[in-house]
């Protein structure tokens, strides 16, 4: 037993310092320094942000209606009277649930038909690329629209999540069984069947560990889109209202005349600011890490 406990902790000590490894390398080059910092920013922002900075949603001052960036509201107020630097930071945490959810939903499909579709191969790898042909044959924001319209009583992050990853996995898995395909001829998997180890030990010994540099850019790609689709729907007005996103703050400030050509132009163009910046934020750490663990790209850089 304690050999075994033993066992976990070294692991774990050897993940951490590879980790840590991975961060250092990255922090050194500037975008993934620019990377590291907006994401970590935003990502203590949607953690911390709303207890540091609460909000009362139910908050309504006519007096307060539209005041121009101040101490007291550094990026003015909006038609309800409310701090809109709060409601960012508020939003952030919606934004970022909805985001990351939907992109795990959208790895875990990937993954799992990638991984059936290329190592399992005959009929299986026929019916899945087959469905995944078809479903990447659909576009996918007018199939946003219809499912959001159709489902409109329903609501909540998990919702949310799950509509976004309806066809989003088609292209990741086509792209994990490409990469499975390629791993699963490599020499250390083939000793591997010779020793006469079981499906299971190649796949989550010896293929999953040759393809975690990509999952993780995979998901932080994920979570990219997923965020722009979540905002544009909410911008647009079909998906289900929440006061506290940066989509329904756009949307009611393009609704608000004069948005753009008065003092309001903050309602509109601050969560436009934010979006901007923490899609640079990921983007750039994606990048980033994919010349890390691609050699070719760095010898480019």
């Not at 939907?102 to 991984?115: N, P």
């Not at 911008?235 to 329904?248: E, I, K």
Request: proline letters at 4%.
């Amino acid at each position: 037993m304690e050999r075994r406990f033993s066992n976990i902790s070294e692991t774990a000590k050897s993940t951490l310092r590879t980790a840590g490894g991975v961060i250092k390398a990255i922090a050194s080059t500037k975008k993934g320094a620019i990377g590291l910092s907006l994401s970590a920013f935003f990502f203590s922002m949607a953690t911390i942000g709303p207890i540091v900075a609460p909000i009362d949603l139910k908050y309504v001052n006519p007096s307060d209606f539209y005041l121009p960036p101040s101490l007291e509201h550094p990026l003015g107020t909006d038609y309800f009277g409310k701090d809109v630097l709060r409601l960012i930071i508020l939003g952030s945490r919606e934004v970022l649930s909805i985001g990351v959810l939907a992109a795990l939903i959208t790895l875990s499909i990937a993954l799992i038909a990638g991984l059936s579709s290329g190592f399992i191969g005959g009929w299986v790898d026929a019916a899945l690329t087959t469905a995944m042909d078809i479903t990447l044959t659909i576009p996918a924001f007018p199939l946003l629209l219809v499912l959001v319209a159709l489902f409109r009583g329903a609501s909540g992050i998990l919702f949310m999540a799950a509509i976004l990853s309806v066809n989003a996995w088609a292209g990741l898995a086509r792209a994990i069984r490409s990469r499975v395909l390629g791993i699963k001829e490599r020499e250390f998997v083939e000793a591997a069947k010779c020793l006469g180890l079981g499906n299971l030990h190649l796949i989550f010994r010896e293929i999953l560990p040759n393809l975690m540099g990509y999952i993780v850019i995979i998901l932080i790609t994920g979570v990219t889109g997923a965020i722009y689709a979540e905002v544009a729907l909410f911008t647009l007005g079909v998906a289900p209202y929440s006061q506290a996103n940066w989509g329904v703050m756009l949307n009611m400030a393009l609704m608000h005349a004069g948005a753009v050509t008065s003092a309001r132009y903050a309602n509109l163009l601050a969560p436009a600011l934010f979006i901007a910046l923490l899609q640079i934020g990921l983007v750039s750490l994606s990048s980033s890490l994919e010349q890390y663990i691609n050699p070719r790209l760095r010898e480019e850089e």
